[in-house]
């Protein structure tokens, strides 16, 4: 039973890492186009807060 506890974790991850990585790629593509298109990303937070 204890092995099969860090094969059971190694796999939350696994599958954790394998949902979050198209998110963090889309995110890094907004990302350079918000900085391609001259907005600075630390403004967008500030902006939408104010609104």
């Known amino acids: 039973m204890t092995t099969a506890l860090p094969i059971a ?4 991850i696994c599958r954790v890492n394998v949902r979050v990585a198209p998110v963090e790629c889309a995110f ?3 990302q350079s186009e918000l900085a391609r298109s001259g907005v600075a990303v630390g403004d967008a937070g500030r902006l939408a807060g104010a609104a």
């Open 9 to 12: 974790r190694d796999r939350i």
């Open 28 to 30: 890094g593509i907004i």
